[in-house]
């Protein structure tokens, strides 16, 4: 008989077990895209990454192709998100301090994150599967809203530069280029040296007119 007082904890319905165990399985899938890459990572090794049978991943996912596209949304997911952990009133904020805590929130949000490196795994490996067109299908549809972003953050930009919204992809792609590089070894000094270059080339493009 349970003490007077006890509290019994509520048992989980078998649709929330069913998720606690998708979500094992696809942060197993996570960390081996990381760490071998797209051909190596098969359901196999995600399961037991995942500490479950290779019948429990069939049961929940069916195929290596239909879990790789929950992957796939997964790990997309914070960059079409990005924007939206920046402050409402950001644009009250002086331009310098702005950019400052722009690139450090993109940094630590987005392309920091080990899931970051998943993403460039999987499209090193899948370029010739249906996944490929997932994945360029999310980046088609975030590319142009998170461009937008940026520059409603920075309207100084918008006001000195010809091409705003461009301007806005080359930083999008140097912050690609920092994170691609930790493929190979993780160097955390250059990484704030390279970023401290991203905020002054957004503090220049606010400050100097572009024309």
Known sequence: MNQTGSKTAPRRTQAERSQTTQRKIIKSAIRLLQKVGFQQTNLQEIARGAKVTLG????????????????????????????????????????????REFVRHAWLSVYEPPSYLATWSMFFGCKSTPLFKRIDAHRSQYDPALF???????????????????????????????????????????????????TQMIVNAGTVNQA
């Open 56 to 99: 429990a991943v069939q049961h929940q996912f069916g195929s290596r192709q239909a879990l790789m596209e929950q992957v796939v949304d997964e790990i997309m997911a914070p960059l079409a998100a990005a924007g939206a952990g920046w402050p409402k009133d950001a644009a009250q904020l002086p331009l310098e301090q702005r950019a």
């Open 148 to 198: 937008a972003h940026f520059v409603t953050v920075f309207p100084e930009i918008a006001e000195r530069h010809p091409q705003p919204e461009h301007f806005a992809a080359v930083v999008f792609a140097a912050f690609r280029g920092i994170a691609v590089m930790r493929l190979f070894e993780a160097n955390d000094d250059a990484d704030e040296h390279q970023l401290d270059v991203i």
